[in-house]
């Protein structure tokens, strides 16, 4: 009772407030080839993607060919360096930046995050789970630059090295996306 007391008390005063903001380009470099890889962080498609289309602002119509950019998600306790004690971290938000060449007179974007399977998947087959949708906005002011929140829980990041935690998919190609950072939201496990 008095460590969970003592625990709430002090998530406020985490490093950097309970929140690690990540350059994918620079702290995930691997993760960002892939993403811009056409020939690796793509999959083509027909048809409509689920919350992808006309609500998304594309314009686009069941019956025509989209691509989808996927960006793995694998992140571990040593992401988090300024933690003390080598607790575990249990990701709670994820924040998701991203900036493009061209909007497209687009105003938004549904990313999808998956982070659990509804089904086991061969490894040569495409994964269709729904995921969560992250509604991803611009600004008149910044019309390249899409900003979403998703509020979650992934599985606590331990010392056991860097740990697959799902995958971000995109509407849009790899290459289209020039910049992106990640803010973590984050408590400590005791």
Excluded: K
């Excluded at 919350?51 to 040593?78: I, N, T, V, Y």
């Excluded at 611009?138 to 899409?146: D, I, K, R």
């Amino acid at each position: 009772m008095l460590r969970r007391a003592a625990s709430a008390e002090a998530q406020p005063h985490l490093p950097g407030a309970g929140a690690r903001l990540l350059d994918v380009r620079h702290d995930l470099p691997e993760e960002w080839a892939r993403l811009r890889r056409p020939d690796r962080g793509q999959r083509a498609g027909r048809g409509e993607w689920p919350g992808h289309g006309e609500r998304a602002g594309h314009g686009e119509r069941a019956g025509h060919d989209w691509q989808c950019a996927w960006l793995p998600f694998r992140l571990g306790r040593e992401h988090f360096p300024y933690l003390p004690c080598h607790r575990d971290v249990r990701i709670t938000m994820l924040e998701l930046f991203f900036e493009v060449d061209d909007p497209g007179c687009v105003a938004g974007h549904v990313v999808r995050f998956v982070s659990e399977h509804e089904r086991a998947h061969a490894a040569d087959e495409d994964c269709e789970c729904a995921g969560r949708e992250i509604e991803c906005v611009a600004s008149p002011e910044w019309p390249c630059l899409f900003h979403g929140i998703v509020d979650l829980e992934l599985p606590p990041l331990g010392s056991g090295g860097p740990r697959d935690l799902g995958e971000f998919r995109f509407p849009l190609a790899g290459r289209s996306i020039r910049r992106m950072f990640l803010v973590c939201g984050y408590q400590s496990v005791c």
